[in-house]
Structures are given as structure tokens and as C-alpha cells.
């Protein structure tokens, strides 16, 4: 049976460090260009007021940070990193809320609808541009100029594999014929990229080169885990918890995994969801129907425990691993928590 779990304390831990390292990025950034990313990041509203905004997750921050804890490492000289993954993970959400049309994010309007397309494209390479300039921060915090180059590498290629992801991701979207692996690819290249990427840097600055390639894919099949549930709680999440209008995937037509597990079905109720699917819109009415027959094909539990698949595999890879043992605990407690959250 799953189980609904509080938010871990551990999300909370490093919150004020990294958010002083992410304000730190923006050290002489006075342009208005960059009130648009103050606007995105919570901290101050579209008319420039500042807030105590609604913040990310931090999730993938805090992965950066514990790895390299749990591999003996300190997580202040990992900040910078820390602070560059949440940069870029925030790059591609305002790219993804203009591609996807998203009109909310975060409880607020996305960047694109309250400055337009044109600017939000501007505003996301801005952020991705103040990742690079934040990852420099890594020698002066005692990491060698080889690490540090070879964190910057890793990001880049990561930046590379998320916009591949993307591009598949979007091009499902008017297709039928997308099966489990073709979608096991896409979000390995998105969210499975980006979470390797966050706990190999944090054992990269922890000078543990025989534990990166562990930790690499301890954090993609996390991604794996926590991809799966974001896309059961796009279908069936209260959109107050989550933070973006209940249905909205339904009726963009992506192919999440508990869309495609229907889609591989041959039933009736299968051959109904693939004719609302081949048509050009669907409708509010059609997004209670589709709903219904999700729930007639029994999928919800199949994605269920698809998630706890790859959660117990991200959780094996590490197993092996001599690791500080409040930090274990900490990282089995936030990989259970991504299965069975509920925003």
C-alpha cells in the first residue's frame, strides 16, 4: 500500500545556504532582465516588490550537497555546484512553461505569460549562463582547477542530454506509437540527466572518483522514480498541492508513462483513449473521459510500481558504498519521499 509521507527535513537543511548562493549569482545583475528570474526563483513579485516567494523543491540542490556529505566531503565547498544545478533546473522550466504552453508555475503565472515568449527565452539563458559563471565559484572554495573543470563539463553535456529529452519529449506529442522504452529514454535525458548530474558533482567535489559513477546513476534512476510520480500526480495530483492545473497533460496529449502503459493495451477501453488521443484537441469533457477509462485500464497502480522499481534500483546502486551513516538514512528517506509525495 503506498504511503503518503512528509516532506523530509533534510529538503530543508542546506535551504538557507543555497539560497544565499543562488542570491549571490545575481550580485550586480541590475538589468531588468533579471527581475524576471527574481520574479521565476520566488523572491520578489512581477511589479518588482519583493517576497518570501513559493520556492522549488530543492531537490536537486539538496542531492548535490548530501552526496557529497555522505561520501565524507564538506557541503559548503559544494554550494557553488549546488547552487548551478537549481540554476539550470530553472533554465529549462522556463524554456518547458513557453514550449508547453504552461500558464502557472509555483502557484503564480509562468515567466512567458506575464512578459511573453520572447523575453522568457531570454530570461531562461540568462539563467543558464549565471550556472556557468556560479560553477567558477568551485577553486576558490578549495576544488582543484581539474575538478572544477570537470564539473562544468558535466553540466554542459547534462544541459545537452536535457534539450535532446525535450525535443523528444514534444515530438511524442502528436504520436501514438511511442512505447515504455522510447519514453524510458526521454526522461532519462531529462530528469534522470539532471539528478545524476546533481549527485556526481557532489561526489566529484567530495574527491571520490570511485564513488561518481554510483552516485551518476543512483541520481538518474531516482529521476526515473521521480518522473513516474510527477506524471501520476499530472494526471490524478491535486493541482492546489501541485502547483499547475489539474489535467494539463491530459490535455496537451503527452505520453506519460501511465498514458502509454493504456496505449499498449488492446481493450475497448484502450481503442477510446487512442481515438480522443488522434484527435487535435481535447476537451474538458474528454479530460473527465479519459480519466475514466485511466482508471478502467488499471494503470495508476502500474505506475505506482514502476516508480518503486526504480527508486529500490537508485537505492541499490548505492547500497554497496561506505557511506556516512546519517547521510544514508537521509538519502533512503528523500528517495521514498519522491515515490509517495503527493506535489
Known sequence: MQRLMQRPSVLGRYREEVDAELRAAFDGCCSPLYDMLRYHLGWQTADGRPIEGP???????????????????????????????????????????????????????????????????????????????????????????????????????????LLEGQWLDISFEGRLDVGLPDYLDMISLKTGALLGCAADLGAL???????????????????????????????????????????SDIRRKKKSFPVICALQDSSPAAQELRRIYSQPQIDEEQVATVLDLLDSLGVREATRRAAETYRDRALAEIAPLSLRAAARNDLEELAHFLVDRSH
Not at 565547498?77 to 548551478?84: C, D, F, H, N, R
Not at 539563467?127 to 567558477?136: E, I, K, S
Not at 546513476?217 to 491535486?238: K, M, P, T
Open 205 to 247: 567535489v567530495a574527491f571520490e572518483d570511485d564513488a561518481t559513477a554510483a552516485f551518476q546513476r543512483f541520481g538518474r534512476n531516482l529521476g526515473l522514480a521521480f518522473q513516474i510520480r510527477d506524471d501520476a500526480l499530472g494526471i490524478w495530483g491535486d493541482g492546489d498541492e501541485t502547483g499547475k492545473p489539474a489535467g
Open 55 to 161: 520556492a522549488g523543491k530543492g531537490l536537486r540542490s539538496t542531492l548535490c550537497l548530501l552526496a557529497c556529505e555522505a561520501l565524507g566531503g564538506d557541503a559548503s565547498t559544494a554550494l557553488p555546484a549546488a547552487a548551478a544545478v537549481d540554476l539550470v533546473h530553472n533554465y529549462s522550466l522556463i524554456h518547458d512553461d513557453i514550449q508547453d504552453r504552461d500558464l502557472e508555475r509555483r502557484h503564480q503565472p509562468t515567466v512567458w505569460a506575464v512578459w511573453g515568449e520572447a523575453q522568457a527565452i531570454n530570461a531562461g539563458s540568462a539563467m543558464r549562463q549565471l550556472a556557468g559563471l556560479t560553477l567558477r565559484k568551485l577553486v576558490p572554495r578549495g576544488v582543484s582547477p581539474e575538478r572544477a573543470l570537470r564539473a562544468a563539463a558535466l553540466v554542459d553535456e547534462t544541459c545537452l542530454r
